[in-house]
């Protein structure tokens, strides 16, 4: 009997921090998932080159900030880095868009090609050195609730919080996000109304590589930051689009967060070394169980 009590104690005492992590953790595979279904949405394109731009412009905030390119402050690089990312999104579209236009599949296709282009770039110029990119944040820690609460997990939340409250707002009360969600729900129609479908798409890639930026930096201080850390982020993201529903901007929220709770669950009680395995079948299962997204009834076609 103590036997089964302290294994039950030892299972809370791991299980609570394991949630919050992950939790913590959610919210950035959240924010991947979210650029990547706001594409999806309007063009039906699945961007896999989603993971590689952001992960270039983690490099050039490491760049201009650490001296292998400039010595600048952080928020200048960052900056920049973001812009980046905005007109590697805009080119990529202004390539992309006839082909977006004539076939979503053949366009889905291209991006692994800019996905590619991207990552030889990014190994062009930084190499395939691992390197590390940290936040500019006080040390700081506190206890809640049994839980150990840091700086950079409240600074997640509260850039989670901002940066998908803003989306959402953008999306329900201005005229460009009207017209995304009008895009979003008949193509046709809303052309037929006089809204421009190619502004609407380049709204949807520029917002995308945006969150995408925010989610890489975020994510990068848990790890380290090579040519291919955050294209593997955005698996986990895009395991978060297909749980929360690819037709679905509230679903990847959730999405994001249960990834995030069941990975960690997975690599503590289980094995780090099957964490690829082990959310592969995670897709799979939800394109059969819930194959228009977990907040969605199940039915229709699978994404």
Known sequence: MNGFADMAGALARDLFPLIWSGMITGCLYALGALGLVMIFKC???????????????????????????????????????????????????????PVVLESDLTATIATLGVGLIVQGVTLLVFGADIVSLDLPLPRFSTSVLGLHVTSYDLTVLAV??????????????????????AMSESPFAAEVCGLNLRSVHLFAWVVAAVLGVIGALLIVPTTFLSATTVATFMLQAFAAAVLGGFSSLPGCLVGGILIGIFM?????????????????????????IFPNGILLKVGGSRV
């Open 43 to 97: 063009s039906k394109v699945v961007n896999f080159a989603h993971g590689n731009v952001a992960g270039l412009a983690a490099f050039l905030v490491y760049g201009l900030s650490s001296g292998y390119m400039l010595q600048l402050s952080w928020g200048t690089a960052v900056l920049l880095a973001v812009i980046a990312a905005m007109t590697i999104a805009f080119l990529s579209y202004a390539v992309l868009a």
């Open 160 to 181: 989670a919080v901002v940066t998908i409250g803003a989306l959402f707002f953008v999306i329900d009360h201005t005229k460009l996000g009207v017209a995304f969600r």
């Open 264 to 288: 960690n669950l997975f690599t503590f009680y289980v094995s780090p070394e099957f964490s690829s395995t082990f959310l592969l079948v995670v897709i799979l299962m939800a394109l059969n």
